[in-house]
């Protein structure tokens, strides 16, 4: 089957009083991989259930391909998921497992009775499921495994029983519920590889739901942020990275986590922080609140070291083999922690009280508004940082 | 010291359990023991004159034990199948569906485990009567087809199943009938088996019914055949009258061994995560 686009036009979904989901417009383009990532309780998971068809919407319509499907059951959608808990059916065999879609959809109910369904279904319907089962087991390196139970498996095991029930249909798309999220460390960034690498060789498209978000930014063409029952920012792992569209992304994505500055925008735009012009200044546009207070956001890896930079206490130092984070608070402001990302190799540039000068990369630094908003900034000339 | 902490609980058990054997210890001693030793209190198994031979041959002979058994069968089975067949949907959509009223529907259930079958007696006596059905398998069966019980044993057990294997199913295209029985029962044979003894026996060694609704011999089921037996002319031998009950037993007897062992597999299958 060509991978299909899937539309979503204002998706709305309560349960009693709560909001989970407020008017969610998305696309999923043909063959894309694309995340749909936030904190448990932002309403990623609703959205994909609302997807598969296990949730019907109050509002809004969904579309496989063009064609709307919003009162369809799942059955009819043509859509195969893979669920956190990898919902095997505990009393069939891998090979079963692997079969069942395949017999539900092409087989009689007659054809699917036990003992008595074989006589009916046929011979050439049946080796053909066979074949697809043997295809599909090759594809996740099981058909070793296929006469066994899913109670004899492995985590990372069943989960490739999972992924190979799901590609046995050869679905319109793939829908994959925190796949990853039962397994260890090592096995997970394995199967990430691995999920990427599956994604290319079979070009299907993917909506893939998960909270953390190095799973999304690995594997992901396109990530949507949900917080709060609405899409904040959709793009590409590197737009939300780095031109994060509001605080709220800034904050979630990137570990550790972005550093946030207090600055007053003042006249012409020129931010200051502790009253100190630092050589950037906000896009005037023209609006109401165009000066006042505003967040200066500084990624780990933009601060850096600077002889005539801002003083800073070394509180703790972390090195995680190649990196080493150091965290530290400014006196100016003790209750701010900043964290700078070094190479483990440098320096660690404290003086004998522990004090270090930061600096930043200017070009690289967020500003965001009074209402959370990404504001344009421009470098000025080289003032004092 | 250590010791008895050890033992001591298991001679607990031992004494509960001695106790609860008695009674049919007892029945099966005095079903070979001769007329004149059946009033002696000695429990000595091996008795002074064997003549279990005199008394099995006249219970099965003076009634037709076997007939009994046939009615027994019948009723039991019948009851247990219409049971399955009722309430398991019932539970798989209280447990595990979605639908308005379902916690009041779930109160009621629990609120009809609280009747007694004998405060519906009378009803249902004069609604068989009035449909000419009295005298039937069927009146024997009918009162027992709806069983709350059932509904909120599987019920317990349903809600257990994993929803997102129920969900996969969905996907997958399984109708709800077949996520029911396919999947949902299929993970709760071990309950299935618990309310299969829990009927049968029950249903087996039912004497208030039946004796309501069944005057003809031929239809009897193996208790009230033994009624009938004791009230023949063989009234005072109790000897055969143990025989006759020994033989209805028995099946009751080999029937929960046979799903102890099904209780234990079922059991450690589900232990197995």
């Known amino acids: 089957m060509t991978p299909q686009s899937l539309e979503l036009t204002g998706i709305g979904k309560g349960f009693g009083q709560t909001e989970v989901l407020r008017g969610i417009d998305l696309t999923v383009r043909p063959g894309e991989f694309l995340s749909l990532v936030g904190m448990s309780g932002c309403g990623k998971s609703t959205l994909l259930r609302i997807i598969a068809g296990l949730e019907t919407p109050d509002r809004g319509t969904v579309s496989i391909g063009g064609a709307d499907v919003t009162g369809a059951d799942p059955s009819d959608r043509n859509l195969a998921m893979v669920f956190q808990s990898y919902a095997l059916y505990p009393h069939m065999s891998v090979r079963e497992n692997i079969a069942t879609p395949l017999r539900m959809r092409r087989l009689s109910g007659w054809a699917r009775l036990p003992l008595v369904g074989r006589m ?156 100190l012009e630092i050589g950037l200044a906000a896009a005037l546009s023209g609006g109401a609140e165009t000066t006042g207070p505003a967040t200066l956001g500084l990624r780990p890896e933009d601060l850096h070291l600077r002889a005539d930079g801002l003083p800073a206490k070394v509180l703790r130092v972390e090195t995680h083999g190649a990196d080493r984070y150091v965290s530290c608070v400014l006196p100016r402001a003790p209750e701010l922690a900043l964290t700078l990302r070094q190479s483990a190799t440098d320096p660690l540039g404290a003086d004998a009280d522990g004090v270090l000068r930061l600096g930043f990369v200017a070009g690289r630094a967020h500003l965001f508004g009074a209402d959370g908003q990404r504001r344009t900034l421009h470098v000025l000339e080289r003032v004092a940082a | 010291m250590a010791r008895l902490r050890h033992y001591l609980p298991h001679l607990v058990l031992a004494l509960g359990a001695a106790a609860m054997l008695l009674p049919f210890y007892w029945m099966v001693l005095t079903s070979i023991r001769s007329p004149s030793e059946i009033f002696d209190v000695s429990l000595w198994p091996v008795p002074k004159t064997f003549s279990g031979g005199e008394n099995y041959a006249q219970a099965a002979s003076s009634v037709p034990m076997a007939r009994f058994m046939l009615n027994g069968l019948i009723v039991c089975g019948g009851i247990l199948a219409v049971q399955v067949l009722t309430s398991v949907p019932a539970a798989y959509a ?138 023949a002319e063989t009234g005072a031998n109790y000897g055969a009258l143990m025989a006759g009950a020994t033989i209805i037993t028995a099946p009751i007897v080999l029937c929960f061994l046979l799903a102890r062992r099904h209780f234990i597999a079922g059991i450690t299958m589900t232990g197995v995560k």
Not at chain 1, 152 to 173: F, H, Y
Not at chain 2, 136 to 148: D, G, H, I, K
Request: aromatic share 8%; charged share 20%; proline share 6%.
């Open chain 2, 94 to 231: 209280l447990a595990k569906l979605r639908f308005p009223g379902r916690r009041i529907m779930l109160a009621l259930v629990i609120a009809a485990l609280c009747v007694p079958v004998q405060a519906l007696a009378l009803p249902l006596f004069v609604g068989l009567a009035r449909a000419q059905l009295l005298n039937t398998y069927f009146a024997m069966m009918a009162p027992f087809f709806l069983s709350v019980f059932a509904i909120f044993l599987f019920h317990q057990s349903f809600r257990s199943y994993p929803d997102e294997i129920i969900e996969a199913a969905r996907m997958d295209g399984f109708s709800e009938m077949e996520i029911c029985w396919r999947l949902v029962l299929r993970g709760s044979l071990p309950s299935l088996a618990a309310f299969a003894v829990f009927s049968v026996v029950a249903h087996w060694n039912d004497l208030y019914w039946p004796m309501i609704v069944i005057n003809k011999t031929e239809l009897a089921p193996p208790p009230l055949g033994m009624l009938f037996f004791s009230d």
């Open chain 1, 120 to 275: 009916i279904a046929g011979r050439a319907a049946l080796d053909d499921i066979d074949a697809a089962v043997e295809a599909a087991a090759g594809v996740l390196e099981i058909g070793a495994l296929l006469e066994r139970r899913p109670a004899e498996l492995s985590g990372g095991q069943r989960q490739r029983v999972a992924l190979a029930r799901a590609l046995v249909r050869d679905p319109a798309a793939f829908l994959m519920d925190e796949p990853l999220s039962n397994l260890d460390a090592k096995l997970r960034a394995h199967m990430r590889a691995e999920l990427s690498a599956l994604h290319r060789r079979l070009g299907a498209t993917f909506v893939y739901v998960t909270h953390d978000q190095i799973e999304a930014m690995t594997m992901s063409d396109r990530i949507a942020l949900m917080i709060e029952g609405r899409i904040e920012q959709l793009g590409t792992p590197d737009d939300l990275y780095r031109a994060p569209a509001t605080l709220r992304v800034a904050r979630f994505i990137g570990q550790p986590s972005i550093n946030l500055l207090p600055v007053e925008i003042g006249p012409a735009g020129r931010l200051s922080l502790f009253g």
